[in-house]
């Protein structure tokens, strides 16, 4: 079993800030890329960063310069720094990891369970 629990999701003013965190948990061996989904009503997922184990990242283009997103490898956990949030930021946010229960294992996807960034003009 895994688990992903993802906090920091909230109500904020644009311009503002929010961090969000994804825990992950259970039968883990490795865990290799980790990154932030997010997806606003009406819409479909889309990326908003990723980064791999050993620290390289990609944003999409929207959240250049405003999202920062880094992995506590110790702690299982990554983060989502938001600044100068936008009303266009508003969605439920997922994380996803792609990680081995064992050695030698195969690689699979888990998904959080989402959380809401609402950001108001």
């Known amino acids: 079993q895994v688990h992903l629990v993802e906090s920091g999701g909230g109500l904020v003013q644009a311009g503002g800030s929010l961090r969000l965190s994804c825990a992950v948990s259970?039968?883990?061996?490795?865990?290799?890329?980790m990154g932030w989904y997010r997806q606003a009503p009406g819409k479909q997922r889309e990326l908003v960063a990723t980064?791999?184990?050993?620290?390289?990242?990609n944003y999409a283009d929207s959240v250049k310069g405003r999202f920062t997103i880094s992995r506590d490898n110790a702690k299982n956990t990554v983060y989502l720094q938001m600044s100068s949030l936008k009303p266009e930021d508003t969605a439920v946010y997922y994380c996803?990891?792609?990680?081995?229960?064992?050695?030698?294992?195969?690689?699979?996807?888990?998904w959080g369970q989402g959380t809401q960034v609402t950001v108001s003009s």
């Open positions: 259970g039968i883990i061996f490795s865990i290799g890329n």
């Open positions: 996803k990891v792609n990680l081995q229960q064992r050695v030698m294992g195969i690689w699979n996807d888990y």
């Open positions: 980064i791999t184990r050993g620290g390289s990242t």
